[in-house]
């Protein structure tokens, strides 16, 4: 039955093209323990990686709408190497947000996870902050993305959380860019993949874009499951967008007990 779920999530992920197209870490390095402990873990019930996620709030994650195809059951923090269980802390997920418009590369792919029980702050659990200003889509600014996704095109995800510095690209030319491939929806910042060997791939969907430390963007999509860069940028659901909408979420959620 083990082998059977991994042909058929790999059967999911391949027909779902676009939508789960973001994911591992290209030309990376792994992380230094103790730092981005924000970084959230999306596991299957056979405790395998399919997706990333951020910690907001002890007990919210947010993460991608199209991750909730992926069948995940529970979320681990507070580790980067997802092999030392002895670490880890598992959290169950109690209830799943995904905004009432997501469609993958289409537009709003955005979910918040309420989990089960509060995680954190603690030595080795951090939230990380909002954007609290409009992102300049057009600034050449240098961020980082991480995950545990692929490190080379059909590849496989690594137990080492991994970091990569990437640059925003101007969203005229990322639109410019992906004309013949896909029209790019609303709300989104794209950055790495194009003009660089720098970026995500399958795997990492749902981490974010941090941009001098905070989560600004949500992992979305590359081009195909293609890792091979340069390519198109990559494109990343843009956060200060969705304010409104997470704020709305969090007013209607209750605390952990």
Known sequence: ?????????????????????????????IVEEGSMQYMVSLQNIYKEHVCGGFLIREDVVVTAAHCNALRFTSV??????????????????????????????????????????????????????????????????????????????????????RVVNVSIIELQDCEKQWRRAHNLPANIICAGGYNTTKGFCQGDSGGPLVCNGKAVGVVSFNRR?????????????DLYKYLPWIKSILGDMKHYE
């Open 225 to 237: 499951r293609n890792c091979n860069y340069p390519d198109l940028p990559n494109v990343y659901l």
């Open 76 to 161: 681990v923090l507070g580790t980067h190497d997802l092999k030392k269980k002895e670490k880890e802390i598992r959290r169950n997920i109690e209830q799943r947000y995904i905004h009432d418009k997501a469609n993958g590369p289409n537009g709003n792919d955005i979910m918040l996870l309420k989990l089960s029980q509060g995680a954190g702050p603690n030595d080795r659990v951090k939230t990380i902050p909002l954007p609290t200003s409009e992102m300049n889509t057009n600034s050449t600014e240098t961020c980082s993305v991480a995950g545990w996704g692929y490190t080379i095109t059909n590849g496989g995800v690594v137990d080492d959380l």
């Open 1 to 29: 039955m083990h082998a059977l779920h991994k042909f058929l999530l790999f059967h999911v992920l391949t027909c779902l093209g676009l939508n789960a197209d973001g994911s591992e870490i290209i030309n990376g390095e």
